[in-house]
T-cell receptor, first 108, second 113 residues
């Protein structure tokens, strides 16, 4: 089963680039990698999704190496409002799991 | 506005009560999900419905009973809950079952007395 491993927490300062890595050794051939952001008392919000190589949208980039056993979410120039928990989601055919999440704390 | 609406937002109930949580989406999605989020634990997938048919039940106790009358509505019926069932219950929908982006509601905060 494609479970995921993420750092429990990270600290950063406003204006910095933040990279959060997720390990998923048992990812299946047809699975996508999806990242979500969650603020307290709210549901997770979709950030970005990819299958391989690099994907970029208006808020983040996702880097996936050729073996797809890990992925890195990159947040450019974070602000205080980016303080949240970030989850990596990887499917495994029929079942899929959210990771434990990485609590990002952005400091002024 | 996420497109997925959950009611009520907060619910306090005794262990012998019966209540229901409601989820509604008008995104035209075919898959709907129930998750449980307890303090300091990962989101736990409870049930999955695809085209109104239940496709997954992740060993959820029978005191939780889901219902999906149509593709836009999902219910979670609660009966004889335990204190450890206190949590945030999240509903989500997606175009198709699997790892395609899911749209989440803001959840129902459930407290069992």
């Amino acid at each position: 089963l494609a479970k995921t491993t993420q750092p429990i927490s990270m600290d950063s300062y406003e204006g910095q680039e933040v990279n959060i890595t997720c390990s998923h050794n048992n990812i299946a051939t047809n699975d996508y990698i999806t990242w979500y952001q969650q603020f307290p008392s709210q549901g997770p919000r979709f950030i970005i999704q990819g299958y391989k190589t690099k994907v970029t949208n208006e808020v983040a980039s996702l880097f996936i190496p050729a073996d797809r056993k890990s992925s890195t979410l990159s947040l450019p120039r974070v602000s205080l409002s980016d303080t949240a928990v970030y989850y990596c989601l990887v499917g495994d055919g029929g079942k899929f799991y959210f990771g434990s999440g990485t609590k990002l704390n952005v400091k002024p | 506005e996420t497109g997925v609406t959950q009611t009520p937002r907060h619910l306090v109930m005794g262990m012998t009560n019966k209540k229901s949580l409601k989820c509604e989406q008008h995104l035209g999605h075919n898959a709907m999900y129930w998750y449980k989020q307890s303090a300091k634990k990962p989101l736990e997938l409870m049930f999955v419905y695809n085209f109104k048919e239940q496709t997954e039940n992740n060993s959820v106790p029978s005191r939780f009973s889901p219902e999906c009358p149509n593709s836009s509505h999902l219910f979670l019926h609660l009966h004889t809950l335990q204190p450890e069932d206190s949590a945030l219950y999240l509903c989500a929908s997606s175009q198709e079952r699997g790892t395609r982006p899911q749209h989440f509601g803001d959840g129902t905060r459930l407290s069992i007395l």
